[in-house]
């Protein structure tokens, strides 16, 4: 019995070393690290705020006579919000170069505009005004200026 008893206690301590680096193994694990860089784009490009003007009302302009005045609205026809900071009226040709009738230029008109800076959502727009006035050129003959169209170029950022 002794011989036996033996045995068996052998057979059970080499199954239960055996399970237990059987089972060891089963709870080991590797060790990894991973990284993953994306880029996303915003969910849409902006889209270029539009300006429209008025008609310009008051007297016809003379040298150092009474202005003229006209409403523009801004118009933000994007996705998402804008800020439009100033909107500026220059006296320019429509393809940016400078105007001029004869003598009269850019020199004998003032041109000023009135805009509230804001952030403009979706489909929102403000209004502001432009003021354009001819002005008295001391000494200077500014009869080239008598009928001209005095083209307005607005630029908002």
């Not at 902006?46 to 118009?75: E, H, Y």
Request: aromatic share 4%; with cysteine; charged share 15%.
């Amino acid at each position: 019995m002794g011989k036996t008893a033996g045995r068996k206690k052998r057979i059970i301590i080499t199954t239960a070393a055996m399970l237990a680096i059987g089972g060891g193994a089963a709870f080991a694990y590797w060790t990894s690290t991973a990284t993953a860089d994306k880029t996303m784009q915003s969910t849409a490009d902006s889209a270029p705020i539009t300006i429209s003007v008025g008609a310009l009302a008051g007297s016809v302009l003379s040298p150092g006579g009474q202005a003229q005045n006209a409403t523009f609205t801004v118009t933000n026809p994007g996705t998402g919000v804008q800020k439009v900071s100033t909107v500026v009226a220059t006296i320019l040709k429509s393809d940016g170069l400078d105007w001029a009738v004869g003598t009269c230029t850019k020199d004998d008109f003032e041109v000023s505009t009135t805009v509230v800076p804001t952030e403009l959502s979706a489909n929102e727009s403000l209004t502001g005004t432009v003021t354009l006035k001819m002005i008295n050129r001391v000494g200077v003959n500014q009869n080239d200026c008598k009928g001209v169209e005095v083209p307005l170029h607005f630029t908002a950022n």
